[in-house]
């Protein structure tokens, strides 16, 4: 193998030509926009930079972030304070961050939209705004609209998800998290350098009306719009029986980020998911171990162990945890609650905004810790009541 086309210059696809020019192969970056902004908070969580320690230590503009506030109708704000700080970057100079460190590394970049792919018996032809190039394997990084049909993952009803929001001149040294009634989704206040990423994300509800959501409550908050910039993407949220048979690689090529429904069904997280699987794209494509047609199933394979099973668990969460009723409250209601009346239910949110904290874990951890009194004994009944049986995922 010679050529790997990286298609798309986001923090999967730069993640993963990085790692191929690395190790020596041709990497060659195919990307319209290349670095640009999206409608997202931005934040890089502990197990993000744990793992690739120069997302903290660089010269980029960033902010950290301390404490978090989170609130549900009827319940007021929770606070904590995060011992793990998340790390916030405007999207575009992270992306700009990462295909600088591509290009240092070797790897070219292209900025012109692939049209097409063609498989040959050889490999790839692809088909450009500028031209034709020849690859030999294709990392596809296109993103959750994917123009490309027959690679990447195959989207159904209720596997997507909505975000939007604003860019609005000013500063708060807090990230704000919003629940919101009947809403599978979240409202987010994030502090980047210079303005506020103040958006929210929903999925089964049309985009305006999560509009309509978002102004009332900037409204209410007094956030005001002047000045501000209006932003808008689909993210990939894939229900729980997708997972099972989510398309990620095939014959000479490999899904990652987007491209291959990478994101967090709860959260909507997919920064670190983009890294990982463009850095394990890479270490698949340069392992000389597996042949073409191996590669494909060996990826699939260490995806699912890496976070495939994570992420599908999550999914068969994110409803109880969004829309599920307990007695006369709302999940979230509660959980905000135990927030404020609890260290032990604080220390495992910290965990989780953290990353540290697996979903598949997460009851036997309860179990574990939350004894001890009536408020103990009631926690560990809701929480039982929300988080199914994950045997088969083990």
């Not at 904590?80 to 961050?97: E, K």
């Not at 990230?175 to 989704?185: A, R, S, T, V, Y």
Request: a positive charge; proline letters at 5%.
């Amino acid at each position: 193998m010679k050529t790997v086309a990286v298609l798309g210059g986001g923090p999967a696809g730069a993640f993963a030509a990085e790692r191929v020019a690395r190790a020596g192969l041709r990497a060659i970056v195919f990307d319209e926009k290349l670095a640009w902004e999206k409608p997202c908070g931005g934040g890089l969580t502990y197990k993000a930079y744990h793992e690739y320690p120069f997302l903290m230590d660089n010269p980029w503009p960033k902010k950290l972030v301390h404490e978090t506030v989170i609130g549900a109708p009827k319940s007021g704000e929770g606070k904590m304070h995060l011992a793990h700080p998340l790390v916030i970057y405007s999207r575009f100079d992270l992306n700009a961050m990462l295909l600088e460190r591509a290009e240092r590394a070797g790897a070219a970049i292209e900025k012109t939209r692939v049209l097409e792919i063609e498989r040959l018996d050889h490999g790839w032809r692809l088909r450009t705004k500028h031209g034709i190039a020849e690859a030999d394997f294709c990392i596809v990084a296109t993103g959750a609209r994917n123009p490309l049909r027959d690679v990447g993952t195959q989207w159904c009803a209720g596997d997507t998800m909505t975000a939007l929001g604003y860019y609005v001149p000013g500063s708060q040294e807090r990230i704000d998290i919003q629940f919101l009634p009947n809403l599978e989704g979240y409202i987010w206040v994030f502090p980047r350098c210079g303005h506020l990423s103040v958006g929210i994300c929903g999925k089964g509800e049309p985009a305006q009306s999560l509009r309509a959501r978002l102004e009332l409550y900037m409204q209410e908050r007094g956030i005001a719009r002047e000045g501000s910039t209006f932003y808008s993407h689909m993210l990939p949220s894939l229900e729980s029986n997708r997972w099972k048979h989510n398309r990620v690689s095939g014959n000479g090529w490999i899904a990652v980020g987007d491209a291959a429904g990478l994101v967090d069904p709860i959260t909507g997280e997919g920064l670190y998911y983009a890294m990982r699987s463009g850095d394990l794209a890479g270490q698949m494509v340069i392992n000389d171990a597996h042949g073409l047609v191996e590669k494909a199933q060996a990826y699939r394979t260490l995806l699912a162990r890496e976070f495939g099973h994570e992420l599908e668990f999550a999914a068969m969460l994110a409803k109880r945890v969004f829309l599920g009723k307990f007695g006369f409250s709302t999940v979230p209601q509660r959980m905000v609650l135990f927030i404020q009346r609890s260290p032990r239910f604080r220390e495992l949110m910290q965990d989780l905004f953290a990353g540290t904290q697996p979903y598949l874990d997460l009851r036997s951890r309860l179990l574990r810790n939350l004894h001890g009194g009536i408020q103990g004994a009631f926690m560990n009944f809701f929480l039982n009541r929300v988080i199914p049986e994950n045997s088969r995922f083990l």
